[in-house]
């Protein structure tokens, strides 16, 4: 117990000495909130899209006016289609209507190719109501839109945080061991260690503990940050979230250990947990929905623990509904991976470099 | 000749280590690939299947819309050319309780077992048939249950509401409300790329680009300076008759030799497996992507200048790395920024080059004046240039 006190506050040490461990720890998770908030909040949102009206002669403006009005944040008329052409090659205007009485024509800005699917779907929405305007008509059949689990409410933003809070979770499980302890045993600090009565599994332990409370701190400060700057809406379920934790980072801390023995170099550990988490980052749902992916990527996302790790979090912060079962198998399944890999692997990743 | 081996060295020795190879060539075509392959096909129908759940309490003989809705729900739940449909649609079995079926369906939804419960609630057509002969707007509506979170979900959604305005329609042209000769024509005019086809591809090709020449820039130039001085290899250097400036010069060719070579495999791999079509051997652009280049080699040799040790060099490259990759609409079109951030963005070099290289190939329209999309980035050259003559240490000893 005394050794792994001492243990417990060496690691500690360790960890508030270590800039850069901080920054990645505590500041990446902010700004990535802070960055893409600020970017991307109105992804996939008609609430700032600006139109713009040309009216040709002899087009009748009323009906026009009368469907178009309300549908977006502005509408600026513009007296003809060159007028319109450079209002969207300017940006002044996000796309244009060119009515002519006839022909109701929607022009796009082609290169906006992650913008335009919004547009579309908005222009097809006006199409529709300008056509039962001309005839004087209202739909007959209408449709209701009901949200069943879940965060009625949940924007792009909403989605991204806890996932971003899952990733910060996987990056400190792997990197507590492909990262920091293997940084040990390159600067040979743990020769040092190996040569005390010290056991491997209390050297881990501690580790672990320091972990907990850093991924614990870090997440709730990326969350606080989260509700209190974007004004999101989190409905945390606090046993779940910390199962969650605990569970996830051991059992992220075991896949590192497998990669510390994957490699011959200590320093090839960090390297290779830096590559996987980067490509799991992309293929796990983490910033675009999996569901918009082809079915090959829909496939490997499937394969990626960070694909179970988000949607844990989604559902432990009320964002995403799930059979409760399946969050526990998914907990109880990284703790089992921890659990099973830590004490079983301590003793080969705990030990010096062979000289 | 020295300087030629200075870049020679430079090369080889970067393309030997593995991990250079991966965050140099490897992860912008990764990347590329990715990007392209999610956000490529976004509007467009992907290949999905949503399971999707009809329970129709309207299914009288004469209800005509639900038979109408039922009917266009089926035909998406149809398999064409063997491919998989689009609805997997789950119905309540003959003689089940639907109120029953539709609690059980709704709690599959919660979990994500369902991506949407369509409700075809009793009286539907009735109503519509009132409102159709004018008694009234129609008073039941068709309930699409969603679930939150859940983009799948919103998708699915999206296509029903789709179906429902579809089959509006038709049941508006039997009852001889809506003139089908008279039908509104709509057209698509695309503007910004001139007489080519642009795709998504095109407007990330400059990004990615911008990025490789960036983190190489950022990361390798450091790297190879601070571990070069920490593990006495620059030291090697200084005891032959080379100097500092041709030391320097074989440096930035070899550098922009790497560059040019990541140029060559991502435009490859655009050009030739994603199909991209940006016009980058125009003299101009050509002349944009090096000065690029140089502003990140530069911002490479102001790392290393501040930096004590390699770790720290590596540390803080990764701390500006993310804020000035993404405040720089690499990947994404910047939008309207609060004001600390909108300031990073204008101050950040990768910006102005991103405006320019795009506005010369054509893949975006600039909307910062030429001489702010040279001249930041050329003061940036010349502020880092002045701070690592100032501050860059050669030698560990020195």
């Known amino acids: ?355 | 000749m020295a300087v030629r081996s200075i870049a020679r060295a430079y090369i080889i020795t970067s393309l030997r280590e593995r991990i250079t190879l991966f965050w140099f060539l490897a992860f912008p075509l990764l990347l590329l690939v990715l990007l392209t392959f999610v956000f490529g096909n976004v509007g467009n129908s992907v290949r999905t299947s949503f399971d999707v759940t009809l329970v129709n309490f309207d299914d009288g003989r004469d209800a005509r819309a639900a038979a109408a809705l039922a009917g266009a729900m089926a035909t998406l739940a149809a398999t064409e050319d063997g491919t998989a449909p689009l609805f997997v649609l789950h119905l309540p079995p003959v003689d089940a309780d639907r109120s029953a079926f539709l609690v059980s369906e709704l709690n599959e939804l919660r979990v994500g077992r369902r991506a949407v419960v369509v409700e075809i609630p009793l009286g539907l057509s009735a109503s519509v048939d009132a409102a159709a002969r004018g008694a009234a707007s129609a008073t039941l509506a068709v309930e699409i249950h969603k679930s939150g979170g859940r983009t799948g979900s919103d998708m699915a959604a999206s296509i029903v509401e789709h179906v429902v305005a579809g089959v509006d329609r038709s049941l508006l042209v039997q009852y001889g409300l809506f003139d089908e000769s008279r039908t509104l024509r709509v057209e698509r005019l695309e503007l910004g790329a001139g007489a080519r086809t642009f795709r998504y591809v095109d407007f990330l090709l400059p990004g990615i680009l911008l990025m490789g020449f960036f983190t190489g820039g950022l990361f390798g130039v450091p790297g190879t300076l601070l571990f070069g001085r920490e593990r006495r290899i620059l030291r090697g250097y200084w005891v032959t008759p080379l100097d500092v400036p041709h030391y320097l010069a074989g440096f930035a060719l070899g550098h922009l030799g790497l560059c040019a070579i990541q140029f060559a495999c991502v435009w490859g791999v655009a050009r030739f497996a994603l199909g991209a079509d940006v016009p980058l051997w125009r003299p101009l652009v050509l002349a944009a992507l090096l000065f690029a280049a140089m502003t990140f080699l530069a911002i490479g040799f102001l790392v290393a200048a501040v930096a004590r040790t390699a770790n720290g060099g590596m540390a803080l490259a990764n701390v500006v790395n993310m804020p000035m990759m993404f405040l720089g609409g690499l990947f994404f079109p910047i939008g309207q920024l609060p004001g600390a951030l909108r300031a990073v963005m204008l101050a950040n070099p990768v910006t102005y080059l991103a405006d320019l290289l795009r506005g010369l190939t054509g893949t975006a329209a600039p909307v910062l004046p030429v001489a702010a999309s040279v001249g930041v980035p050329l003061a940036w050259i010349v502020v880092c240039a002045l701070v690592a003559a100032r501050r860059l240490q050669w030698d560990v000893s020195r």
């Open chain 1, 1 to 355: 117990m005394t050794a792994f006190r001492a243990l417990l506050r060496a690691e500690a040490a360790v960890l508030r000495r270590d800039r850069a461990s901080l920054v990645f720890t505590f500041l990446f998770p902010l700004l990535f909130i802070l960055i893409f908030g600020a970017m991307m909040s109105s992804v996939g949102s008609t609430e700032s899209t600006r139109l713009g009206v040309v009216v040709l002669d002899g087009a009748d403006r009323d009906v026009l006016d009368r469907v178009f009005a309300g549908s977006v944040a502005e509408i600026r008329h513009l007296a003809s289609r060159a007028e319109l052409e450079a209002a969207i090659d300017r940006r002044d205007v996000d796309f244009g209507a060119i009515w002519d009485g006839v022909t109701l024509g929607f022009a796009f800005d082609v290169r906006r190719t992650q913008d335009n699917f919004v547009f579309d779907e908005l222009a097809d929405g006006l199409a529709a109501q300008m056509d039962l305007a001309l005839q004087g008509r209202s739909p007959l059949l209408a449709s209701t839109v009901r949200i069943a689990g879940g965060e009625p409410d949940a924007s792009w933003l909403t989605l991204v945080v806890p996932g971003i809070l899952a990733f910060s979770v996987l990056s400190a499980g792997l990197f507590a061991i492909a990262g920091h302890l293997t940084s040990m045993k390159q600067r040979r600090l743990l020769d040092r260690f190996v040569v005390t009565p010290m056991r491997p599994t209390t050297l881990l332990a501690a580790i672990v503990v320091v972990r907990l409370v850093v991924v614990a701190v870090s997440t709730l400060m990326t969350l606080a940050v989260a509700t209190t700057l974007f004004r999101i809406r989190y409905d945390v379920s606090w046993v779940r979230y910390v199962a969650f934790l605990i569970s996830a980072t051991l059992g992220t801390m075991g896949m590192g250990a497998v990669f510390t023995l994957l490699v011959r170099q200590p320093s090839s550990a960090g390297n290779l947990a830096n590559i996987v988490s980067i490509l799991m980052m992309f293929t796990s749902g983490i910033y675009f929905p999996v569901e918009i992916m082809p079915p090959f990527l829909r496939g490997l996302s499937r394969a990626m623990p960070l694909t179970y790790m988000a949607d844990a979090m989604r559902y432990a912060t009320g964002v995403m509904d799930m059979q409760d079962s399946d969050f526990w198998l998914i907990c109880g399944a990284f703790l089992l991976l921890g659990l099973a890999l830590l004490p079983g692997l301590a003793r080969y990743i705990v030990r010096p470099l062979r000289r």
